[in-house]
């Protein structure tokens, strides 16, 4: 691999494929930031602290990006599943037949009629499934959580959000969408 760095983007070539693309400034700081392995939620709020941009936002467009570079074999996926789905092309939403009922700032209730089951939130899984209302992928979820929660370190959040996201995948009140192109 090959990068030109110009004041308002690069040309990322790869030798072996005899291939080349052109990145804006964004794409550029991405593929500068992503010479180290790292995680997908480190280089989210690394560009979000620097240029005060919501996550929401970086997630979208670093999101494709990173499924470019994927596809045209710049970027390599180190580790990056949750229960066996790839967290890059997956995306986190909210079950559209669920109905919420916020209890008071502590949490809520959900409901399923499919299933005529109910889950309890706490503050921290209505903050979550909040997240979930417009697809989120895991890294960016995780991401937020880290921003909004101080105290928790980020294996533990990491942890803790993937158990999560896993239940409620499990018990219907979440869907995988899953991304198949750009």
Request: proline share 2%.
């Amino acid at each position: 691999m090959a990068v030109e760095y110009f004041d308002d983007g690069a040309i990322l070539l790869n030798l072996r494929t005899r291939s080349a693309v052109q990145l804006d400034e964004t794409g550029a700081w991405l593929v500068r930031a992503l010479r180290e392995p790292t995680l997908y939620s480190e280089v989210l709020l690394s560009y979000g602290a620097d240029h005060e941009t919501s996550i929401g936002e970086l997630d979208h467009v670093f999101h494709g990006w990173c499924t470019e570079l994927l596809k045209q074999g710049f970027l390599q996926i180190l580790k990056g599943s949750l229960a066996g789905v790839d967290t890059m092309n997956s995306r986190y939403v909210q079950n559209p037949d669920v109905n919420l009922r916020e209890e008071d700032e502590d949490g809520a209730l959900l409901y399923n009629p499919d299933t005529d089951r109910v889950q309890l939130l706490n503050s921290t899984g209505l903050f979550i499934w909040k997240l979930c209302s417009n697809s989120q992928t895991a890294d960016c979820i995780i991401a937020a959580m880290i921003e909004e929660f101080e105290g928790a370190s980020e294996a533990e959040m990491r942890a803790d959000t993937e158990e999560f996201l896993d239940l409620m995948v499990d018990s219907g009140f979440i869907g995988i969408v899953e991304a198949t192109s750009l």
